[in-house]
């Protein structure tokens, strides 16, 4: 078959206007001798194309030779020129022509006779894992499928578009060929058991030469989806809960108002949802007892921030790496600081200890608190407190100015780690 197709490229271009070179013709000026020679050189081209199509074809070469006969071109100003040259630059004309029908006919004759065009051609490919390998392929076209792999593999044939599954095989050797019924693109799954090498081949054989070169680039994109989806992975993430259905307001008054009236602490219960592994907090603090447009919006604004990381692909949730994304979302939501106001804040794990720091039977120093967590003078700020598998935490707050009273604003959001699952979405530009 392969002598035929050769046989036929020398016939088709025997005739392909003749071999005329820029030097036999007369009467050319220097600029119109370049395009006769440009021209020239790129029938040569050409020709050249159609040998290799012919000998060894495959999507690349056939592609070349269509782009380049397509692009085949010659113009001339006859200004000056005799007959006999004007004949010379339309017998040019005329052969570039002949070779651009000449070209398309030996294209789909290959195509017509080899009956296969490599779309994917991977060796020794290292598998360890599910892999994915998109095609676009059109209504009629036949598509052929080879797999051989070291140990037994699954190998399953989806349309992209529909999630439906076409075939589904499961041996070391897979060599198999259908016709495509839609058009669209189509997803080879392959499922290695265990970590093996595999060679992959994806071909095709189109309905006509044109659909060799004119087929559309298939684009790529991570989206979230469901468990069970097709192409689902899941990777880390985290779920937000409030803790406070609103923002817990506190008055502490300045030492001195208290010894008549008041309080210069305050104790707050967090109870903590279960399988919460930190809570996350903002401690707004004014001289004012004024609300802001901010107070009770540090769920959303984390919730934003959250989605934005997300978006933005950055690794999402690790229990042994958990800083870096708690860390990101409180940096991104840091409450407006007022220079003169300031308390101090502790945690305790224990409630007995809250209890008596609340009731002020122990100076605070001889209390067991988490002194990692807690902070002493500060002012309005947020921050991350592992929960350490207690299903209660108590921060207490006090205010240890003479004169002055603080207020404060108090949100918390429970971390809980979850899966979330995302698959590569597949269209064609």
């Given at each position: ?101 000449r070209a398309v006919s030996v294209a789909e004759s290959v195509v017509l006779q080899s009956g296969e065009i490599n779309l994917l051609n991977l060796s020794e490919q290292l598998l360890t894992e599910r892999t994915y390998y998109p095609v676009y392929l059109k209504k009629g076209e036949n598509l052929y499928c ?166 933005l692909g950055l690794p999402l949730y690790e229990k042994t790496t958990s800083n870096g994304l708690l860390n990101t979302l409180l940096d991104d939501n840091r409450p407006i600081r007022e220079e003169d106001a300031y308390c101090n804040m502790y945690v305790f794990r224990n409630q007995s200890q809250a209890k ?74």
């Amino acid at each position: 078959m392969k002598y035929i197709v050769i046989l036929f490229v020398v016939l088709v271009f025997g005739g392909c206007g003749g071999t005329t070179t820029k030097n036999e013709v007369v009467n050319l000026s220097e600029r119109e001798a370049y395009r006769y020679d440009k021209a020239l050189q790129e029938i040569a081209q050409v020709e050249s194309l159609c040998e290799q199509v012919a000998t060894s074809p495959s999507q690349e070469a056939i592609v070349a030779l269509l782009i380049k006969a397509k692009a085949l071109k010659y113009d001339y100003n006859d200004e000056g020129m005799n007959v006999e040259t004007i004949q010379h630059c339309d017998s040019l004309k005329m052969r570039i022509m002949s070779c651009q029908e000449r070209a398309v006919s030996v294209a789909e004759s290959v195509v017509l006779q080899s009956g296969e065009i490599n779309l994917l051609n991977l060796s020794e490919q290292l598998l360890t894992e599910r892999t994915y390998y998109p095609v676009y392929l059109k209504k009629g076209e036949n598509l052929y499928c080879k797999i051989e792999s070291s140990s037994a593999l699954t190998a399953k044939l989806y349309n992209a578009d529909t999630e439906r599954l076409i075939k589904s095989y499961q041996r070391n050797k897979i060599i198999d060929s259908l016709t495509i019924a839609n058009t669209g693109i189509y997803l080879l799954e392959v499922i290695p058991q265990g970590k093996l090498y595999a060679n992959v081949s994806l071909g095709f054989r189109p309905a006509e030469s044109v659909d060799i070169y004119n087929r559309p680039a298939i684009c790529t994109e991570q989206v979230e989806c469901k468990k069970g989806d097709l192409g689902a992975v899941g990777v880390p993430g985290i779920v937000m809960r409030k803790c406070f259905e609103e923002p817990r307001k506190f008055t502490l008054r300045g030492q001195i108002k208290a010894a008549f009236s008041g309080n210069a602490k305050a104790l707050v219960a967090v109870q903590v949802p279960a399988g919460t592994t930190d809570i996350l907090y903002s401690m707004r603090i004014a001289t004012s007892e004024s609300s802001r447009s901010e107070d009770g919006k540090f769920h959303d604004n984390l919730t934003r921030s959250y989605k934005r990381i997300k978006f933005l692909g950055l690794p999402l949730y690790e229990k042994t790496t958990s800083n870096g994304l708690l860390n990101t979302l409180l940096d991104d939501n840091r409450p407006i600081r007022e220079e003169d106001a300031y308390c101090n804040m502790y945690v305790f794990r224990n409630q007995s200890q809250a209890k008596r720091f609340q009731d002020g039977t122990k100076a605070v120093a001889l209390l067991n608190y988490d002194v990692d967590y807690s902070t002493v003078g500060t002012q309005s700020c947020n921050g991350r407190i592992p929960t350490k598998g207690a299903k209660t935490i108590y921060l207490a707050f006090e205010n240890e100015r003479m004169r002055y009273t603080n207020y404060i604003w108090v949100e918390v959001e429970a971390v809980v780690p979850n899966t979330v699952y995302y698959r590569t979405k597949y269209s064609i530009n």
